[in-house]
């Protein structure tokens, strides 16, 4: 592993510490590309405008007419986090602005796999709706859209995903990823697209006189779903999903957020007055992401949609007790599958440029967690294969991926197949994350076209483990009360969690917890003693040692005391 230091522009820096903003603070959002005050500004009049995102009128326009004539709508939800809250929030908004009839359907992962199919348009019909509208999926399912058209429904799709050639022709599609859509901001989550969607149709309602700027429903109320969803789905904290999980998080800390999210937190044993982004990205999301992967994602859904206390209560201790079945499953699968890796390089010194597995007994609804558990341990973009779970499609394998940067996975995955035909029945995604469906017996070509591609676009610097740190830690800010400032800021992908890098003494060090799993570490930094931990960490440290580590609060009968999470040395 290589530890780096971030970049600071210095008139960045020092124009934001001349705003008023705190020295450290100052320091750690230039490095992050903050030049100006007014980026850090979270409040709802900064966000970007609805209208910037292409089709938005349209969506509104159909919407406004289907509530008008009191159509019937039902949501075609994704089975992730991102899907779930999307939905969420589109159930809850609609009824908001005056819709009667709302419904949802989420796909089958097993029997349905992603996308809008022809024959979930089907089961939408037969529901009896009128409109169907995607959340978080449907820019890949011209298909799907096809069908419903010809069931005679109106289709809108929301999502964020890339788009493949072809646009599928919906009566209305808003994702700001879309060719032509000029929306500054190119990362919204599914959940963040759908809340721009209600905010049009609430203007488009306030249009038409339904209400004025008084009386018009607070949609802000929606925010802590959207923050989650956000969050959870990984996507890019650029400065405007900054600003929607800011105000979300005001609204949790307040008590202001669905009983179904109140019920997650005491259901994770995290303290909602004190929410940050990491509960949302570590406690809450995969409690909810849980359903979708191993049983059925409507439980999530209904978490976030019941206003009754105790049935989200109920719901929530239901999650948590199947989060921890997957985390179970995804524990005895992850060791398998990193012994299966190291057999793939057992006469090697390092791994092969590209890692997948397979194995008869994985489960297909962990593989992509146990794909970033891989890539994460080796450094190397890798796939996680199971037996797909569908009826008549035993000889399916389904795959999920991960990569590391400097290695865009779809576009690997679309090269594989113009080098191998045929060898994909399906695939998808991003740079940094993707899946595919295969024929058994195409195993190995895959195994080895990957590699392949892996090989020829990969080089030795990309290849090692870099960490990316804010360098030192002065000694006056290695305070408790400025460690609970640094967690109330919005931090996540993109906009990276502070962690902080500099040669340390190593006092003593010692095996904790039940398994012996993590070292415990006494520590000089700066002259001064401090304690230290590095969870899932067994070697012994030398000293002196070049250590990268963020900051945290030990609380032990009444003290409050900093302590360093390590998160990588250099030796």
Request: charged letters at 20%.
């Amino acid at each position: 592993m290589k530890i780096t230091v971030r970049d600071t522009p210095p008139r960045s820096a020092w124009a934001l510490e001349q705003a008023g903003i705190h020295p450290l603070l100052a320091r750690l959002y230039a490095a992050r590309g903050v030049s100006s005050p007014q980026e850090l500004d979270a409040s709802l009049a900064q966000l970007l405008p609805p209208q910037g995102l292409q089709g938005i009128q349209t969506a509104a326009t159909l919407l406004a007419d289907a509530i008008a004539q009191n159509l019937r709508l039902c949501i075609v939800a994704d089975y992730d986090c991102d899907g779930a809250t999307a939905c969420a929030v589109a159930i809850r908004g609609l009824r908001l602005l005056g819709a009667q009839q709302v419904d949802f359907l989420v796909p089958d992962r097993v029997v349905d796999g992603y996308g809008l199919t022809a024959a979930i348009a089907r089961r939408v019909k037969e529901r009896g709706a009128d409109v169907l509208i995607t959340v978080d999926n449907g820019i890949g399912s011209p298909e799907g859209v096809d069908e419903a058209h010809a069931l005679g429904m109106q289709v809108l799709i929301t999502d964020h995903h890339l788009p493949s050639n072809q646009v599928p022709a919906a009566d209305a599609v808003v994702n700001p990823n879309q060719p032509g859509c000029t929306f500054a901001s190119k990362h919204l989550a599914g959940v963040g697209v759908m809340f721009y969607v209600l905010l049009a149709l609430r203007a488009e309602l306030r249009q038409r006189g339904q209400f004025d700027a008084n009386s018009q429903p607070r949609l802000d109320a929606l925010l802590p779903l959207v923050a989650l969803g956000t969050v959870a789905d990984v996507v890019r904290l650029d400065a405007n999903n900054r600003r929607l999980v800011a105000q979300g998080l005001q609204r949790v800390r307040a008590g202001q957020m669905q009983p179904g999210v109140a019920a997650l937190f005491r259901a994770a044993g995290r303290d909602a007055r004190q929410a940050s982004s990491q509960d949302f990205g570590f406690a809450l999301g995969p409690r909810i992401n849980a359903a979708g992967r191993l049983a059925d994602m409507a439980l999530g859904i209904e978490c976030l949609l019941t206003d009754d206390a105790s049935r989200a209560n109920e719901l929530a201790t239901l999650l948590d007790s199947i989060n921890r079945e997957r985390r179970e499953i995804e524990g005895g699968m992850r060791d398998q599958a990193l012994a299966l890796a190291e057999n793939l390089f057992a006469a090697e010194d390092t791994p092969p440029p590209a890692i997948t597995v397979f194995d008869e007994t994985f489960h297909e609804g962990v593989v992509g967690i146990v794909a970033s558990r891989l890539k994460d341990k080796l450094h190397r973009p890798s796939f996680v294969f199971a037996v797909s779970g569908a009826p008549g499609k035993e000889q399916e394998l389904k795959g999920s991926g991960r990569s590391i940067v400097g290695f865009h996975l779809r576009d690997a995955l679309d090269l594989l197949v113009k080098r191998h035909p045929g060898v994909l029945l399906r695939f998808g995604g991003h740079a940094m994350a993707a899946g595919c469906t295969i024929d058994r017996a195409q195993l190995d070509t895959f195994t080895q076209g990957l590699a392949q591609i892996a090989q020829e676009q990969l080089d030795a610097a990309t290849l090692t483990r870099q960490l990316e740190t804010d360098g030192p830690l002065a000694p006056q800010y290695r305070r408790a009360d400025l460690v609970d400032t640094l967690q109330r800021e919005v931090w996540g992908q993109g906009f990276a969690p502070p962690t902080f890098s500099e040669e340390v003494e190593v006092l003593s060090q010692r095996l904790v917890g039940q398994d012996g799993k993590h070292l415990s570490l006494k520590l000089k930094h700066q002259g001064e003693p401090v304690d230290g931990i590095w969870f899932g960490h067994t070697e012994e440290l030398p000293s002196p040692v070049l250590l990268a580590f963020r900051l945290d609060v030990n609380e032990w009968q009444g003290q409050r005391k900093v302590q360093f999470l390590v998160e990588g040395a250099q030796l």
